[in-house]
């Protein structure tokens, strides 16, 4: 019995949240469906750990679906490189369900609340099933899955420019959807196959035709719009802007991440570096825009006046570090890719709480809006600072590890400039996250009923929880930096 | 003493700070924790002297950061100085602190002593880094912590110095420390320190070394070196107890302490003196000494006029750093001590003068010595002491300094040397003269006194420290044996 349910792991973690969201529909209640959607989320949350430990022990997991074997059926692929990815995204939306209680409750009308939790549940199964699944197409479906829930999480937003800003997401995005599908297709016509590890196989034999290259422009271009990668950008500040909190917490920390997984895997594992990087020129084409990205971002972010959108145009910024880190296809570039998918995850996750927190104290999140919160809210406004000290990349903080390890990257390989760009990027940064600290602290409040309120428990909970873990990453990041490291190893050794 | 210790004395001003927050509703305890904390603190660091001095290295690592980068506590001489040092005149400054907030009625006075343990914490954990993954996470938790302290008055004026502090602080920190020590990560393979230094071996030609020594002395803006010496006064609008301890003692000393223990860890004496790397790095230093003591003349306030003398004096020590010669070393490290105690006592005469008068500028202080005696008298003994003037403690480090340029064949610097203590005498001696032999000016009220009692008496065992420095020097050649003449 136990040993039957380990070995149905794999596929239970898409296949909870697939279920619980239907359950939700049908019992059509906010705090029922909350209940679901928190249960799900820790369930994979523990699934995904067990999975971590077992591929920890025992080397990659494949799980074929249905007991059709690959390449003719469906395999789900477990190593430690998606493992990394499923962790940080089970364990966003574990803590994400302590903190939507309070602040969907605020933000969502109660008789709608239900759909937000099934949509919130779909979103979490497309982005276990990108990151878990060994076959292209089946990839496509599941990035399908969790666009359209997004669209929908994105388009529940107060205000009405939500709707718009969904919009503008769902045009992009299904874009980059259809770039990635004619990609896959173009290797399928080639190759004759859509499992991941038979295209591999099966590529080098025909690498050489344009067709090929063409499915790789496809797929780059169409992973890149969504996440985000400068000139693709200009759907994320205003979807993340105007997106209910919790859902710019969850869709800041996860999606965005599993979009980078997935190129990374198509790059590496399916195309292989030597193919990539070495016969065509993608590294020199990501460099130049990751570093646009890392400085165009930031100063962007500089002018900003709203907290949400301050902290989306970093996003963009900090997208730019992972996509730099991964362009260089090194061992120790990989690893600072990898590092930086998690930590920036968990730091712009706890960023996004705290603008949430003040957005539930406030009903508005302009700096102005926030000034001199830092005394009504000492425990949120703390929260801002170490999470913001760790986007800067202060060390004993996760960010100050991926920072580290991304110079180390580039000085290895002798790119001064690139070290350069990557400090004055977090320069930069220093500048947009000290006006806000500045507003909280410095700033008379803008209505002076003097009283102390802070956010619920939950949310202040869930915020310091994710801090919590940033700091410990910065002080003992050796676990996630083996783990980032052999997976770096495994990515390069099976493209070579 | 087992080196289990060394995590623990750093953690005891931190825990302890958690329990100034709680008593904060009683002042005299509140207090009276910090300054049994400091006590405690000076009494566990001098546990070890006898070990280091017999040529002991204790060392203690917790855990492993990164693959190869521990967070690592290691004792050796140097850092033993000046974590004695910063935690002595902890439990002083605690003292006169307690006087100065009081007698000015100062707010957040709870978060101020907080703030004050935490970056002593900070400050021990730089003395007892064992390696440079280590050194920099308390660097940066240094800067931090006394943010809040710089910008206590929370208004225009100190949220603009708060910038200009924690812009230059962490710009130099993340933009040269950082890409310098990733670079002697890739360079050497390691990032602890060792004796002997670790570039010997690591094929790094003259320029590449010169670069990187720059980069990194550069990156320990703490050190206050021109051009990136505008954050020292810039912390000025803290509370004078703040200038006093942070920007005279802890903060100051931890970037040229940092800049000596690059020189001898890192680098190493001989290689720096084969290659000459440092050597740029010496005439930035010297540029320093000079162009601080010349705007020092310049400022009528008070404690801008002391900043710039601490820019000045800063560089020093780094002269002794970047001399390359083991007496220079000695130099050095004994000028941590000398100025640390001369400078603390200016700061707190200051603070004086500010309780008891009001009074900012040096021009405003004509004829106040009658009514402050031992307050301009102790400010008179401490700037004989930067001076170098015997029977100060200050003349031994300038010694120390002055033979070792002859050693390394510097006479320039030694002509340096000779002539910032002319300045000295120019902008120190400026303050007891009108202090004494001016007329007051009219306004001035007959019935000033001296500040309440708990400003006067540390600012009396202060001076009378640089006297005692002079007549007594051998604790400090003693524990700097390794660098002294034979």
């Given at each position: 019995m136990i040993t039957q349910f380990l070995s149905q792991m794999p596929v239970l973690l898409v296949v909870l949240p697939l279920l619980a969201a239907p359950v939700c529909v049908i019992v059509h209640r906010a705090a029922p469906s909350w209940f679901i959607y928190a249960l799900t989320s820790w369930a994979c949350f523990a699934i995904a750990f067990l999975l971590f430990v077992q591929v920890r022990i025992g080397g990659p997991i494949s799980y074929v679906l249905g007991g059709w074997p690959p390449p003719f059926g469906i395999e789900l692929r477990l190593d430690a490189l998606n493992m990394l990815v499923v962790l940080l995204v089970t364990g966003i939306a574990a803590i994400a369900s302590i903190y939507a209680r309070a602040s969907i409750a605020a933000e969502i009308p109660r008789e709608r609340?239900?759909?937000?939790?099934?949509?919130?549940?779909?979103?979490?199964?497309?982005?276990?099933?990108?990151?878990?699944t060994g076959d292209a197409f089946n990839l496509f479906v599941f990035l399908e899955i969790s666009s359209l829930s997004s669209y929908s999480l994105i388009a529940m937003g107060a205000k009405r420019r939500a709707l718009l800003s969904a919009f503008q997401y769902l045009i992009m995005g299904t874009i980059g959807g259809t770039f990635l599908l004619i990609g896959i297709g173009f290797l399928y016509m080639m190759t004759g196959s859509l499992n991941m590890a038979d295209i591999a196989d099966r590529l080098p034999a025909v690498?050489?035709?344009?067709?090929?290259?063409?499915?790789?422009?496809?797929?780059?271009?169409?992973?890149?719009?969504?996440?985000?990668?400068?000139?693709l950008h200009i759907w994320l500040p205003n979807a993340y802007t105007y997106a209910p909190s919790a859902v710019s917490a969850f869709i800041a920390a996860t999606a965005t991440k599993v979009a980078v997984y997935a190129l990374i895997?198509?790059?590496?594992?399916?195309?292989?570096?030597?193919?990539?990087?070495?016969?065509?020129?993608?590294?020199e084409v990501l460099m130049v825009l990751a570093v646009v990205a890392m400085l165009s971002g930031s100063v962007a972010a500089i002018f900003q006046t709203d907290v949400k959108r301050l902290l989306a145009w970093s996003s963009v910024a900090q997208m730019g570090y992972i996509v730099l880190g991964l362009s260089m296809a090194s061992a120790t570039g990989l690893t600072a890719a990898l590092a930086h998918i998690v930590n920036h995850g968990i730091?712009?996750?706890?960023?996004?709480?705290?603008?949430?927190?003040?957005?539930?104290?406030?009903r508005a999140i302009s700096i102005n809006d926030v000034a001199g919160l830092g005394r009504r809210m000492p425990l949120t406004a703390a929260a801002f600072v170490v999470a913001g000290l760790a986007l800067i990349g202060v060390p004993a903080t996760g960010g100050f590890i991926s920072k580290w390890l991304l110079l180390?990257?580039?000085?290895?390989?002798?790119?001064?400039?690139?070290?350069?760009a990557i400090l004055v990027s977090s320069l930069l940064s220093v500048i947009y996250i000290g006006r806000v600290v500045e507003a909280l602290y410095f700033r008379d409040p803008a209505d002076n009923d003097g009283k102390t309120a802070e956010a619920p428990v939950s949310m202040v909970a869930a915020t310091w929880v994710l801090v919590g873990a940033s700091v410990a990453l910065g002080l003992y990041a050796s676990p996630l930096v083996e783990t980032a490291e052999r997976a770096a190893a495994g990515l390069l050794g099976s493209g070579a | 003493m087992t080196a289990l210790w060394l995590p623990l004395l750093v953690a005891l001003p931190a825990v302890m700070s958690l329990v100034v927050a709680v008593s904060g509703r009683w002042p005299n305890l509140r207090e009276g924790?910090?300054?049994?904390?400091?006590?405690?603190?000076?009494?566990g660091i001098a546990g070890f002297i006898g070990d280091v001095t017999a040529g002991a290295r204790p060392s203690f690592t917790l855990f492993e950061i990164l693959p190869g980068a521990s967070l690592t506590f290691t004792l050796e001489p140097i850092g033993l100085l000046f974590a004695m040092i910063a935690s002595g005149l902890w439990s002083l400054t605690?003292?006169?602190?307690?006087?100065?907030m009081r007698g000015n009625a100062e707010h957040a006075q709870t978060r101020f002593f907080v703030c004050f343990a935490l970056a002593i914490s900070a400050a021990i954990g730089i003395a007892f880094a064992g390696n440079l993954m280590t050194l920099f996470i308390f660097y940066e938790m240094l800067t931090l912590s006394t943010y809040p302290l710089v910008t206590h008055h929370g208004d225009a004026e100190s949220r603009d110095g708060g910038r200009v502090y924690l812009g230059i602080l962490l710009t130099t920190s993340i933009g040269f420390f950082l890409p310098a020590t990733v670079a002697t990560w890739l360079l050497t393979g390691s990032i602890t320190f060792t004796d002997g230094g670790l570039m010997a071996g690591s094929g790094l030609g003259a320029l590449g070394a010169g670069l990187l020594y720059a980069l990194f002395l550069y990156g320990t803006g703490k050190a206050a070196l021109m051009p990136f010496h505008r954050w020292l006064p810039a912390a000025m609008v803290a509370p004078t107890p703040v200038s006093a301890l942070l920007h005279a003692v802890a903060v100051v000393k931890a970037g040229v302490f940092i800049v000596l223990k690059l020189t001898v860890y890192v680098f190493g004496v001989d290689f720096l003196a084969e290659t000459g790397a440092s050597q740029p790095m010496m005439w930035i230093a010297t540029i320093t000494v000079l162009g601080a003591s010349l705007i020092a003349m310049t400022k009528d306030n008070l404690k801008a006029r002391l900043a710039y003398s601490t820019v000045s004096q800063l560089s020093y020590i780094v002269l002794g750093a970047t001399m390359a010669s083991s007496l220079g070393i000695l130099g050095g490290s004994m000028h941590i001590a000398m100025h640390a105690f001369a400078k603390i006592t200016l700061f707190f005469c200051a603070g004086a003068i500010y309780t008891a008068t009001h009074r900012k500028n040096v021009s405003d202080l004509d004829g106040l010595g009658y009514a402050m005696p031992i307050t301009f008298s102790a400010f008179f003994i401490a700037s004989l002491s930067l001076i170098g003037i015997p029977p100060m403690g200050g003349i031994w480090s300038k010694w120390y300094l002055m033979e070792g340029a002859a050693d390394a064949g510097h006479i320039a610097i030694i002509l340096v040397l000779s002539l910032s203590s002319l300045l000295n005498i120019v902008y120190l001696l400026e303050i007891p003269t009108r202090a004494f032999f001016h007329n007051p000016r009219p306004d001035t009220p007959r019935n000033w006194q001296e500040a309440p009692w708990a400003c006067v008496i540390p600012l009396s065992i202060t001076?009378?420290?640089?006297?005692?420095?002079?007549?007594?020097?051998?604790?400090?050649?003693?524990?700097?044996?390794?660098w002294a003449p034979q």
């Open positions: 609340a239900y759909l937000f939790y099934a949509a919130l549940l779909l979103c979490l199964c497309g982005l276990l099933g990108i990151s878990i690498s050489d035709t344009r067709t090929v290259e063409a499915g790789l422009a496809f797929i780059v271009i169409g992973l890149s719009l969504k996440f985000a990668l400068f000139p895997r198509f790059l590496f594992t399916v195309f292989g570096a030597a193919y990539a990087f070495g016969q065509l020129p993608l590294g730091i712009k996750g706890a960023l996004f709480m705290v603008a949430g927190a003040l957005f539930w104290r406030m180390e990257a580039v000085m290895e390989d002798a790119h001064y400039g690139l070290a350069a | 924790v910090s300054v049994a904390t400091a006590l405690a603190l000076l009494a605690t003292v006169y602190a307690a006087g100065y001076a009378a420290g640089c006297i005692v420095w002079f007549l007594y020097p051998l604790p400090f050649t003693a524990l700097l044996s390794p």
